[in-house]
Structure formats: C-alpha cells, structure tokens
C-alpha cells in the first residue's frame, strides 16, 4: 500500500512563502496523479492543485499565478510552492494521489 507524508507547514505572516513536500513510499509505481487538498475550518475540503504523470498541472482560481506544484518522481516527492500567501490560504493541506489514502496533513496558517 502507498503512503504519503506531509510536511513543510507553519506560521507566516500575509505576504510569505512555504514550501510543501509530500513524500510517497510503498508501491509508488502506481502514483499517476496527485494533487494538494486543504481544509479550512468549518469548511469542505477542497482540491488546490492537480499535477499528472506528464506534467500537467491545474489550480484553483484563488490560488493562479502564487502557488506552484511540482513532483520528482526520482524522489517519489510532490511540493507545492506558496508565495504570497493570504490569511484565507490557512488550512490544514494534505496530498493524494490516485492511490494512496488520505495523509495526516500539515498546518499552514497565515497571519494577517
């Protein structure tokens, strides 16, 4: 079974920069696409960004433009870039991919 670990959370002030890594072990062979969640509270969790097995990536509206996922399959490890951050990106994040259950997520929270 995959697992996925992730880390790189914390507390920034508005305007700041994190970095999130999410690392897989296991049987990654089968870890195609994968993206970031967050769940701010009292909120659905929802998806941030997407990034497939080519390459291609997708965000959210909100985050365009000041949020950039990558992945090095060498490393079995996806991040998420977030500069320019805004108290409205405060969440718990979490990574999936197509087959590995939900993480424990990691906590981000921006400071206005």
């Known amino acids: 079974q995959v697992r996925t670990v992730e880390s790189g959370g914390g507390l920034v002030q508005a305007g700041g920069s994190l970095r999130l890594s999410c690392v897989g072990s296991?049987?990654?062979?089968?870890?195609?696409?994968m993206g970031w969640f967050r769940q701010a509270p009292g909120k659905e969790r929802e998806l941030v960004a997407t990034i497939n097995s080519g390459g291609s990536t997708y965000y959210i509206d909100s985050v365009k433009g000041r949020f950039t996922i990558s992945r090095d399959n060498a490393k079995n490890t996806m991040y998420l870039q977030m500069n320019s951050l805004k108290p409205e990106d405060t969440a718990v994040y979490y990574c999936k991919t197509d087959c590995s259950p939900w993480g424990q997520g990691t906590q981000v929270t921006v400071s206005s």
């Open positions: 296991g049987d990654t062979s089968c870890m195609s696409a």
